[in-house]
């Protein structure tokens, strides 16, 4: 039976057609992997589920090549698919995998080829090097056996066919162009590069041509194990080279970037684990998605569990990839038992402190961290409003743009403090924060002010108290201390209630202030969130503007001039111009820009 492939495949598709990547090769390192992940889950079934356990498994990936006929064979002896896996798995869309890799084409050959297994669409790679692949399969247990058919070009075609053995076997129809993948030094190259730790034996199959005595030639075939098949994260330390690591982070992440570090770790005593952890230098595609996938495959006695275990590592570390291999749990152990297990809550405590030292190690390098905190520090401050245990590392992890510089710790913050607050400034935008009037009081007396315009921090920063002595404190919310003395609210009592008259509807409270220097006056917004604001804007939903405090520089010559202007037109037009211009400052936009235009053009007209 014939189906077409989803618009996103269609499109994925031609881009692999049409030989949008420069790098090729790694279409190996995919259906490799891919095989692998099979093996992977029917050897955890026939060692924790009764229906299988009787099942003849010697699990091992098989590769072999034709080069008269120039295809190229990958065969595994894994969970297999039925007819319905084979049409979700190889015609739709997996976790929306396929239309992020679309929406993350630079068109930088280069850096999209990397993309491909990172995206989970791996399989697809194939059509590459391939004019047509044939996939057939049968799953474990199961009596049918069926074939995928697909030249790439808008459809595929399933059909029942005759497959002994349970398993996939993908058959490549290699392009003229593609010829070097059906040689024997080429694959054997390719999986020396990116395959090498695979857990299970990969065997090269091929005919050899050899001289017998009598000087004539003979035909040998070859099956020979070209890769190492040990679990990599159990060979010492001392036995592994960076390139080791190195090679096996991008066959464990589909990531063709090197790591920025890892962390191998074996644990003995009343516990028995062992950890590998990646840092990687770029965030994974769907990092701030719900649906994000797991980079932590967990283990026990190497023996494949999950990959799909959120728990194994708190949540703000989901940019980690990684084994956890655990000597101590059943190997049935259900998803049930996962999230409620004292070995894994002790495994997960000690890795993460680990992780975190790590993490202090890299801060060390000035440059390496920056390349670290432009992916992951929203991630670390996410992290102060969810890890209580671990809240004073994070606080040191954390860096900030302030009024006095870029990437300020806050250990240096305090260093060239003389005060007991930390001052913040909570905004949607980098630039406004830095020209907002709130901060002039701060800058004149030469206090340095945290200027805050990631979306976490209006989540966090209130609920962080404070940093070695130092309270945390917003700039919006800060009292003034030099109150306004009584002669200046005297002498400014009608005003302000000619400005209330002129404002009614549209501010809470007019009011003095001392807390601006240049400018001749500012909106606060009490209580409000610009961050939810915006992500509520961007959902499509209407927001209520809350009426902001409206507060004039008593001390400022507009102000002054205005208080004694006696054309009140003339001064309902500047006033809304002054609080409109206030607001713009303070969130980029206003409500009635028409009405803002026109009473500049008026006040224009006047003075020409």
Avoid at 206 to 213: C, I, P, S, V
Avoid at 334 to 363: G, Y
Wanted: aromatic content about 10%; some cysteine.
């Amino acid at each position: 039976m014939k189906h077409s492939f989803q618009t996103e495949i269609n499109q994925l598709l031609d881009l692999m057609i049409h030989s949008l990547y420069s790098n090729k090769e790694i279409f190996l390192r995919e259906l490799v992997s891919n095989a692998s992940d099979a093996l992977d889950k029917l050897n955890y079934l026939t060692l924790s589920d009764d229906k299988f356990k009787n099942l003849e498994f010697n699990p091992k990936i098989n590769i072999s090549f034709n080069e008269d006929k120039n295809t190229l064979t990958i065969e595994d002896n894994g969970i297999g698919m039925n007819e319905s896996e084979l049409i979700e798995n190889l015609g739709t869309i997996a976790k929306s995998g396929t239309k992020g890799f679309l929406n993350a084409l630079s068109g930088d050959k280069k850096k999209d080829s990397a993309l491909i297994g990172q995206f989970g669409v791996g399989f697809y790679s194939s059509f590459m090097v391939a004019d047509k692949v044939v996939v057939t399969s049968k799953k474990a247990l199961e009596d049918k056996a069926y074939s995928w058919i697909s030249d790439g070009k808008g459809e595929y075609e399933i059909q029942e066919c005759v497959k002994d053995s349970f398993g996939t076997k993908i058959d490549i129809y290699l392009k003229d162009d593609a010829k070097e993948y059906a040689n024997r030094w080429r694959i054997e190259s390719l999986i020396k590069k990116y395959s090498d730790h695979i857990a299970f034996p990969i065997i090269l199959s091929y005919d050899e041509k050899q001289t017998k005595e009598d000087k004539s030639e003979e035909i040998v075939h070859k099956d020979e194990q070209i890769n190492k098949a040990k679990a990599l994260w159990k060979i010492p330390k001392n036995e592994l080279s960076d390139d080791d690591y190195s090679e096996f982070y991008q066959t464990l992440s589909h990531d063709n970037s090197k790591p920025l570090s890892w962390i191998h770790n074996k644990v003995e005593g009343s516990l028995e684990y062992t950890t590998l952890f990646y840092i990687p230098s770029r965030a994974p595609f769907d990092l701030f998605r719900v649906d994000y996938q797991s980079g932590v495959k967990l283990y026990v006695k190497r023996v494949f569990i999950t990959d799909d275990d959120k728990e194994l590592l708190p949540q703000y570390l989901r940019f980690v990839r990684g084994i956890i291999d655990s000597e101590d749990l059943p190997l049935n152990v259900s998803r049930e038992i996962l999230q409620q297990n004292k070995i894994l809550a002790n495994i997960k405590s000690a890795s993460t402190k680990k992780i975190l030292s790590e993490i202090e190690n890299i801060s060390k390098d000035d440059e390496k961290y920056k390349t670290f905190y432009r992916e992951f520090g929203k991630l670390i401050k996410e992290g102060l409003y969810s890890d209580y245990e671990n809240k004073d590392k994070l606080l040191h992890l954390c860096r900030f743009n302030t009024t006095k510089g870029e990437f300020v710790s806050l250990k240096t913050y305090k260093e060239r403090s003389s005060n007991d607050n930390i001052y913040y400034i909570i905004g949607s935008d980098l630039e406004l924060l830095k020209n907002s009037p709130l901060l002039e009081k701060y800058i004149k007396d030469d206090i340095e002010v945290l200027l805050l315009n990631d979306e976490v921090d209006s989540f966090v920063m209130p609920s962080l108290g404070e940093f070695e002595g130092l309270k945390f404190k917003d700039i919006s919310l800060d009292e003034n201390k030099d109150d306004v003395s009584k002669e200046l609210l005297d002498d400014y009592k009608e005003f302000i209630d000619k400005l209330k008259t002129i404002l009614d509807g549209k501010v809470k409270e007019v009011k003095l202030s001392t807390r601006l220097d240049k400018s001749p006056s500012c909106v606060i917004s009490e209580g409000s969130n610009p961050m939810m604001e915006q992500l509520m804007r961007q959902m499509g939903q209407e927001i209520k503007e809350e009426s902001p405090v409206f507060e004039i520089n008593p001390h400022h010559e507009i102000i002054l001039k205005l208080k004694d202007l006696k054309d009140d037109e003339k001064l309902k037009d500047i006033i809304f111009i002054l609080f409109d211009s206030a607001k713009l400052l303070e969130k980029g936009t206003i409500s009635d820009a028409n009405n803002f235009s026109q009473r500049i053009n008026k006040l224009v007209m006047m003075s020409v």
